[in-house]
């Protein structure tokens, strides 16, 4: 049995914030040093999983939202440092 699920505006913000985070960090994953190849494979392996579980359930959570939020931090704190 498949269901529908409506967006609320909260929802769609959170679910836009997050591709946009995505996006983000995987064109600065491009930046970071060779010596930061595990952590990029790890931001990596995790920014997919939760768009692959985004195209799946159509949504984002606030735990998951929050996540991207903290990779991007990291992402950026390698590439200044």
Request: without cysteine.
């Amino acid at each position: 049995m498949s269901r529908t699920f409506e967006l609320d505006d909260d929802d769609a913000r959170d679910l836009e914030r997050a591709e946009d985070l995505i996006e983000e960090i995987d064109q600065l994953l491009e930046e970071l040093p060779e010596r930061a190849d595990d952590f990029r494979q790890s931001v990596s392996e995790k920014t997919h999983d939760i768009s692959v579980h985004m195209d799946k359930y159509g949504r984002v959570s606030k735990k998951q939202l929050n996540a991207l939020e903290n990779m991007l931090y990291g992402v950026q704190k390698w590439i200044r440092d």
